[in-house]
């Protein structure tokens, strides 16, 4: 009976051996696989691509950077009146004019991101700022110098009282446009182009002119004011 249980418990313990030396295989064998696999790597690419969106809006926007014209002292000569243009020395029937600096003008430039349309209009009309028969108050204008500007103009200058360091680039009104009526917008610059530096950027000069009759009243300090306005060219 010892034998028998003796045998038994051999045996089952043999079993058990088999299964305890079996696992440890198992288990030796998947270490031992782990080892031989490359460790896996997520998120790796040779490659890749993004994106970045904008909207660049454009705008309007001119600069009058010297926005004063001072005809000085005028007196014009009897039965004759007097023309005072703040882009000449010269004119004639004024017994004095011109007293300013000279020549002198309105400096527009185009500090927007597109061509422009520019307007002008006139607080005053020259009845009420001169008075006497037939008095004048006008204007004139053209491109600072050959970089850019506007571009509707003929290329010649008006009897040479542009004072023109470029004659293919200096007229823009041939005549003085007189303001015949206070609010009435009237045309400085087609396409004034836009771009360069502050100190590059296109620029359009503006000169005043009056005709003051010799039967002006006399006037002390007679003023208008000019308002200049951005437009969008329309597409032709």
């Not at 490359?38 to 040779?46: E, L, R, W």
């Not at 010297?66 to 010269?90: E, Q, Y």
């Not at 004139?140 to 004072?163: E, I, V």
């Not at 200096?170 to 530096?197: D, H, P, R, W």
Request: net charge neutral; glycine share 10%; aromatic share 8%.
């Amino acid at each position: 009976m010892s034998n028998d249980l003796s045998n038994s418990t051999l045996a089952i313990l043999m079993i058990v051996a088999i299964i305890v030396s079996l696992g440890s295989l198992f288990i030796s064998l998947d270490k031992l696989s782990s080892f031989q696999r490359p460790p896996k790597v997520t998120g790796y690419a040779p490659s890749g691509s993004g994106m970045v969106n904008l909207t660049i809006l454009a705008f309007n926007s001119i600069n009058v950077e010297d926005s004063f014209i001072d005809l000085g002292n005028i007196t014009p000569a009897a039965g004759v009146g007097c023309n005072v243009s703040s882009n000449s020395t010269s004119e004639p029937g004024c017994v004095q004019a011109n007293s300013g600096t000279w020549p002198d003008n309105i400096t527009i430039s185009n500090d927007g991101n597109k061509n422009l349309n520019v307007t002008v209009r006139s607080s005053i009309i020259a009845s009420s700022l001169i008075g006497g028969t037939n008095p004048e108050f006008g204007f004139t204008s053209r491109n600072a110098t050959y970089l850019g500007g506007c571009s509707n103009r003929s290329s010649a200058c008006y009897t040479g009282k542009c004072g023109c360091e470029n004659m293919g680039n200096c007229s823009y009104q041939i005549n003085f446009t007189n303001f015949a009526a206070v609010g009435t917008e009237y045309e400085v610059c087609k396409n004034l182009t836009y771009g360069g530096t502050a100190s590059t950027r296109p620029r359009v000069y503006v000169w005043a002119r009056v005709h003051v009759p010799a039967d002006a009243m006399a006037v002390v300090a007679g003023n208008a004011s000019l308002t200049f306005t951005a437009n969008t060219p329309t597409p032709s």
